[in-house]
């Protein structure tokens, strides 16, 4: 009977002992460095602790499965697991990685919207831009603002559109209230219109508030704009930047967008402007010029009369030619390729 006893009270400790030292070991494997290399951006899906913990394993994120699971059980973090784009750092403890899914501290995701781009742009950059899902309707032109937009893995794109369009409701509204007095027009959306003109005119923003005032001193002669921006837009078919100069026949089309032929502002929008080219059109320079041309520099050249923007115009073509002529040149003294000998 002693012998028994004895006996048992042997295997209990192998198996307390056996269970203490698995027990040790599985801690300090949740708790020491992890097998990553490097940083590591990883989306978890979502799913049960099996499914996220095979994830993390096939990501190499953790080494050992079966203690992560087990663990996450044991301290209760199970159903606090979330789904997400996370990132993980080199050398991350399994403890770590479990800390990390419970706080739902995903990567924020950056879509940053340039000034000026037509719709047409805007939608297919979201459509490239990885992370987003779900299919929007296009909005109209000059709806969405453009900035720097932060987002998740797996936010939604007409959320993002809705986030556009409130801000652009927002920012014309602010500056539609503190408009300058006297404006040749008498809506926001107006306002957008020739502001998305103004934005594709100059990427100076220290010329932004003249060409305006340019643009609002022909309106009030009943001027025609001749802004070139809007026979691009009509060439590109609203598609985005024109991949080519500007045509004789281009400026003769017989479109209402082509302020070449129609006196006034085009019917809508030809991109999406920003603050800045807003502000210029509803806080516009109060000067007398009516005409601009290039300078060569990357600026342009002012007149109040059409003598004198003749002479800029011609000074600009001369520019052009020399230009021209240089890349010309250039061109000449290229060694001649194997099949052009």
Do not use: C
């Amino acid at each position: 009977m002693r012998r028994r006893v004895y006996l048992l009270s042997a295997v209990s400790l192998a198996v307390f002992g056996g269970l203490f030292a698995a027990v040790f070991w599985g801690f300090a494997q949740f708790t020491r460095q992890g097998p990553l290399e490097r940083d590591t951006a990883l989306v978890v899906e979502r799913g049960g602790v099996e499914q996220i913990t095979r994830q993390l394993a096939d990501a190499g994120v953790i080494e050992h499965p079966l203690v992560f699971a087990l663990a996450v059980r044991l301290t209760g973090a199970a159903g606090r697991l979330k789904a997400g784009e996370y990132l993980f750092s080199a050398r991350i403890p399994m403890e770590d990685v479990s800390r990390l899914l419970q706080s739902g501290k995903t990567i924020d995701r950056r879509l940053v919207v340039p000034e000026g781009w037509t719709t047409a742009e805007i939608l297919r950059l979201m459509t490239d831009q990885a992370g987003f899902t779900g299919a929007v309707a296009p909005p109209g032109e000059g709806e969405l603002y453009p900035a720097t937009y932060y987002y998740k893995y797996g936010d939604a794109r007409p959320w993002m559109i809705r986030r556009m369009r409130e801000e652009m409701r927002q920012v014309l509204q602010e500056l539609w209230d503190r408009r300058a007095p006297g404006l040749p027009f008498s809506s926001p959306r107006e306002a957008v219109i020739l502001a998305s003109i103004v934005e594709k005119e100059t990427s100076r923003a220290s010329e932004r508030a003249r060409i305006a005032g340019v643009f609002i001193n022909r309106l009030r002669r009943g001027m025609k704009l001749e802004a070139d921006p809007t026979v691009a837009y009509v060439a590109a078919s609203g598609q985005g930047r024109l991949e080519r100069a500007i045509t004789r026949a281009d400026l003769a089309m017989k479109h209402p967008y082509n302020t070449y032929q129609f006196p006034g502002l085009p019917p809508g929008p030809i991109g999406n402007p920003g603050r800045a080219a807003l502000a210029a059109v509803l806080d516009p320079d109060r000067h007398e010029e009516l005409f601009f041309v290039a300078d060569g520099q990357g600026g342009h050249l002012f007149a109040k009369t059409l003598a004198e923007h003749q002479k800029n115009v011609q000074r600009w073509r001369r520019i052009e030619q020399q230009r021209n002529q240089a890349r010309q040149s250039e061109e000449d003294k290229r060694p001649a390729t194997a099949a052009e000998n």
